[in-house]
């Protein structure tokens, strides 16, 4: 398998060293992705939607509703650790999640609820102290705790990931 079709930017390398200028960076990426998103899902009629991005892969839509659960899944995660001490959170099966029928429902809702999270992810990441995103939540999967400095360079590359998905897919087929 081509692994750029699958990882189109790169897989996620966490940084060495985390700067207050990166998690500006990672900040303005959260941000930035609803307008991106919804800009590049536009143009696209049902057929496009439901065309996979890959082989093997996610069609557009699936790829919109995915990026819905998954913010909001970490979105809660942040909660969770900035009020409870190292909260085991709960890892979910993604891919079944993308079978479920939500996922082929229209977009629209998807994209709306990606705004929303955005935008009170936004103002939550904006108040946080350097000790606030130093606060952890364990992964049972990973037997390990992350730090939400962590999690916001995973989540920012996670938004520029699935939209290299869509956009780099919109180049190949010329649409």
């Known amino acids: ?3 750029s079709l699958q990882y189109p930017i790169g897989k996620f390398k966490a940084p060495e060293k985390i700067t207050d200028a990166l998690i500006a960076a990672w900040h303005s990426a959260i941000a930035q992705f609803p307008e991106d998103l919804r800009k590049a899902v536009s143009s696209l009629n049902n057929e496009q939607l439901d065309t996979p991005y890959r082989q093997g ?5 699936q790829v919109v509703h995915h990026c819905a659960d998954s913010h909001a899944n970490s979105l809660m995660r942040f909660k969770l650790a900035l009020t409870e001490d190292n909260p085991i959170i709960k890892p979910y099966e993604e891919a079944k999640w993308a079978e479920l029928s939500d996922s082929s429902m229209p977009i629209e809702p998807a994209l709306q609820m990606i705004e929303g999270i955005h935008a009170r992810w936004v103002v939550l990441l904006k108040s946080l102290s350097n000790h606030q995103f130093a606060q952890t939540y364990y992964h049972p999967e990973h ?11 995973l989540y920012a590359w996670h938004c520029n ?10 180049e190949r087929m010329n649409w």
């Open 161 to 170: 990931h699935h939209l290299a998905h869509i956009t780099k897919f919109k």
């Open 57 to 61: 892969g996610w069609t557009v839509r």
């Open 1 to 3: 398998m081509d692994e």
């Open 143 to 153: 037997k390990k705790s992350f730090r939400l400095d962590y999690t916001l360079a």
